[in-house]
Structures are given as structure tokens and as C-alpha cells.
């Protein structure tokens, strides 16, 4: 409720701090322009997201100040000091389109406000200090726009650094499958030579037929064959290279490894044997050989294929360059695709751990801006636990939230720094290796654009920032605060 009494006399305002170095005539106009209000304990003055139209400086009373953190209500401060001001603290700036309370003021007791409407603050100040004005206007736009091209300069500096690894990942199989399109050129042609010594009219049609059926046989034992230890290969290819050797089969040390890969054993040389006869075994034997060669180079090529598929799977995920900004997604699509963009990144001693809840519905959330929330999370662990360490990342349901757990097994954060961890600019690094807006972006992320939280618990040996996202949303307004 709202209670107007009389106006406030210039004398009185002067006891205010806020007040106290203006003239008379200031003053006077003050008093004259303003109003005071009284507001019942309890009750709210203004609140967080409407229209800020109005500036409150507290006369008497106490109030209590509260931001709104994933449909919460979160108490910053409380307090009864006379003269604390709030309300449209930044009706000055002309190039707000849209001025809205940043929090929420209640009396805590029966308290009595100075009210100015935002206008004729925003008047006062720039009439009465232009200095002040251009110098606060200037640091304002001056800090929003150099967060913002560091931000970005962030942004990429990440995705560079990502996409120098994946371009890594993606060379391996890339080689792999030109390596083995070459040689399995040189397969077939050695197969058709071969091909032509054994139909050169010594082998009828059943045998020939035979021969047929044997290597449709041995393209089936490449697809079951077993995967064996080094041991037990190394035994099985000595095995066949002694059976070669008896029967007079030249380069047996050669044939049996890729024989045995293919799933080939003893009884099925026999077999090969009694199907083309002594005279033939030679020519027979390489031909198939071949046959179980270019099988096994196709499924070679078959997997870098695949893995160069799934890497740019990945990428699309990660980037979401081909979707819509808000969405319906599976958190662990997300995560899935962060983590393959920093394979190439991770150090060899560091340890992987995924423990993802699979029953979590999926939610509505802007996925490529999540992504570069697990980014800035999975890197800062990264970056703490050096060469050697264990990076966890989990998923659970926490009432009608999700949660995504990153931790790491670093050093820890130390109490003094802590309470630091999200501010702008800030940043334990050295000079030079980060900008100290990677939480900053992720806070601004997590709970400005998704209404979640993020929270962080750290001990030596032990440190983890928890996501927290609402499982049901609507999606936010398109004039929302930019992360």
C-alpha cells in the first residue's frame, strides 16, 4: 500500500548523504518535484522486471534488497540505514531502450520513502552534473561494449583452440582411409591377376564354383572373426605359417597375419585344399588372401569413414549452427559433443568419467550457448588439474531442476577468491592467459537467459560448479538480457 504525506522540506533532505553537497536551489527543486510515500512492513516497493519509473531513497524503516534466481527469491541485503537509495538507478543512461527494476525492494517494517519519478532524477543528473554524466555514461557503454568484444574474442578464442583439435581428430581417420584406399587398390589388382592364373582353364566349374563359395565364406569370418589378444594371434599366425610351409606355399610369413585377422584357421585351408588340389594351392591361397585383405581395408575404411562422420556430427551439435537457437534438447547431446571437440585438447593423464542419469527428459534451453557453458566449466577444470587428474561430468534430476555436475581433482579455490569466482574481469591466471569472463559468461547464460543457477563447492583436491537448468520453461523473451 501506498501512503503519500507531506512533502519533504529542503532542510531535510540535506540530512541526507546522498543530498548533502547540493545548493539550495537543488534542494528546492528536489522538494518541490519529489514526494514521500510510506509502505507497510511487508510489502513490496517495487519489483524485479517492471518498468523502473520511479527513484526511492529510504527515509525511515528498513528494507530488504532480493534478486530472483530460478523462481526464487534470493536476499542480497537488508538494512535500515537511513538515506540508502534504489529503484531507477539508471534512468540517466539515454541509450536504454528498456528500463527495468534489476531487483526487488521490500519494507521490512513500516518505512517512509523520498520518491522521484525516474524522469525528473534522470533530469537532475544530467542538468546539475553533465560532467559526471558524460564520465558514468562513458564508463557504462565503455564496460557493456569491452565485455562484450572480450566476450566474443573469448568465444572464439575457445572455438579456435576446439576446432585446432578437431581438426586433428579428423586427420587420423582421414589418413587412415587414404592409406588404406591405396593398398586396397593394390589388392584387387593382385586378385585379379590371380583370379585369371586360377580360371585359366586347369580349375572345372565345380571346382571353381568351390573356390567361389570359399571366399564368400572367408568375407563372412572377417565380419565374425574373433579379437585377439597379441598372444594369442602371435600363436594362431605361427600355427598357419607352418601349414603353409608344408605345403609349399612361398611367403607364408606374409599370408598368415592378414589369414588370421580374417578369422582363417587350419581346418579352412584344408578345406581350400580339397577344393583346387595341390598344383593350385599356391595361386587359391593368395587369392583369397586378397579377398580377406580388401575386406578388411573396406572395413578399415568403413570405420574413418564413420569416425569422420560422428567427429562432424559433433561439430554441428556443438556449434548448432544449422538449428534453432531455443529448442527442446538432450542435455547429454550437448555435453557428448563439448567433450569430443576437447578429445584432442585433453592431456593423456587426465581421466574421463561420465555419469550420465538417462532418464532426464530433455529441456528447453538455447543448446549452443549451454555448450559454451560446458566449454568455459570443462576447460577451467582442465586448466586446473594440469597433466594428470580426474574431470567427472554428471548428470541428475534435482526436483523439477537438471543438474550437470563438472568437476575436477585440482588444487581447489581458495575461500578469499571464491566469492570472485563470477565477477567480470576477474581471473587467476596469468597476464595475458585469460580474460575473466568465462563464469561471468556462464553465470549471465545459466541463470539471465535459462532462470537456473550455477553453484560451486571446492576443496583442495576436489572442485565442482553445478548447472542447474528448469526441466519446463517458457521460452524466454526475445528482448531478454543478452548473455
Not at 26 to 47: D, F, I, K, P, S
Not at 212 to 232: G, H, I, N, W, Y
Request: net charge negative.
Amino acid at each position: 500500500m501506498t501512503t503519500p504525506t507531506d512533502r519533504i522540506t529542503p532542510d531535510q533532505l540535506r540530512t541526507l548523504f546522498l543530498f548533502e553537497a547540493l545548493d539550495a536551489d537543488q534542494l528546492a527543486w528536489l522538494a518541490e518535484h519529489g514526494r514521500v510515500e510510506q509502505r507497510a512492513g511487508g510489502t513490496v516497493v517495487y519489483a524485479e522486471g517492471e518498468a523502473a519509473t520511479c527513484f526511492f531513497v529510504l527515509l525511515r524503516g528498513a528494507v530488504s534488497l532480493s534478486r530472483r534466481v530460478h523462481g526464487d527469491e534470493l536476499e542480497i541485503s537488508r538494512t535500515d540505514q537511513r538515506g540508502v537509495y534504489g529503484g531507477a538507478t539508471q534512468a540517466y543512461l539515454e541509450d536504454q531502450s528498456e528500463k527495468l527494476y534489476r531487483n526487488t525492494l521490500r519494507a521490512i517494517v513500516d518505512s517512509e520513502f523520498f520518491v522521484l519519478p525516474a524522469e525528473t532524477f534522470a533530469e537532475a543528473v544530467r542538468s546539475w552534473f553533465p560532467m559526471a554524466m558524460h564520465l558514468l555514461e562513458g564508463l557504462f557503454v565503455g564496460m557493456r561494449d569491452s565485455q562484450t568484444i572480450i566476450g566474443e574474442r573469448e568465444r572464439l578464442l575457445a572455438l579456435g583452440s576446439l576446432s585446432a583439435g578437431l581438426t586433428h581428430e579428423l586427420n587420423n581417420p582421414a589418413a587412415a582411409a587414404v592409406r588404406a584406399t591405396s593398398v586396397l587398390r593394390d589388392r584387387v589388382a593382385g586378385m585379379r591377376h590371380k583370379l585369371a592364373m586360377i580360371a585359366d582353364g586347369r580349375l572345372d566349374g565345380t571346382r571353381l564354383h568351390g573356390l567361389v563359395e570359399l571366399q564368400e565364406e572367408a568375407v563372412a569370418r572377417v565380419a565374425t572373426a574373433p579379437k585377439l589378444t597379441p598372444m594369442a594371434a602371435s600363436d594362431a599366425e605361427d600355427v598357419v605359417t607352418d601349414w603353409l610351409d608344408e605345403h609349399d606355399v612361398s611367403g607364408a610369413w606374409d599370408l598368415a597375419p592378414t589369414l588370421v585377422a580374417g578369422g582363417a584357421d587350419v581346418d579352412w585351408l584344408e578345406r581350400v585344399t580339397a577344393c583346387v588340389g595341390p598344383a593350385d594351392l599356391e595361386a587359391a591361397v593368395r587369392w583369397l588372401t586378397y579377398t580377406v585383405e580388401t575386406e578388411l581395408l573396406m572395413r578399415e575404411i568403413g570405420d574413418a569413414v564413420t569416425r569422420i562422420s560422428g567427429l562432424v556430427g559433433a561439430a554441428k551439435q556443438y556449434s548448432q549452427l544449422d538449428r534453432a537457437p531455443f529448442q527442446v534438447v538432450d542435455v547429454h547431446d550437448l555435453l557428448d559433443a563439448t567433450l569430443v571437440m576437447f578429445k584432442a585438447k585433453m592431456p593423456a593423464g587426465v581421466k574421463l568419467v561420465k555419469e550420465y542419469d538417462r532418464e532426464l527428459p530433455p529441456v528447453p534451453a538455447y543448446a549452443a550457448e549451454l555448450n559454451q557453458v560446458w566449454t568455459n566449466l570443462i576447460d577451467n577444470a582442465l586448466g586446473a588439474m594440469g597433466e594428470k587428474g580426474t574431470l567427472t561430468v554428471r548428470t541428475s534430476r534435482d526436483g523439477d531442476l537438471l543438474t550437470v555436475d563438472v568437476a575436477d581433482t585440482g588444487p581447489g579455490i581458495s575461500p578469499d577468491v571464491r566469492p570472485r569466482i563470477f565477477e567480470p574481469f576477474f581471473t587467476t591466471k596469468p597476464v595475458g592467459a585469460g580474460t575473466g569472463l568465462g563464469l561471468d559468461i556462464s553465470y549471465r547464460i545459466v541463470v539471465h537467459k535459462h532462470h537456473g543457477d550455477i553453484r560451486v563447492e571446492s576443496e583442495p583436491g576436489s572442485t565442482t560448479f553445478r548447472v542447474l537448468l528448469p526441466l519446463t520453461a517458457e521460452q524466454p523473451h526475445p528482448g531478454g538480457e543478452s548473455a
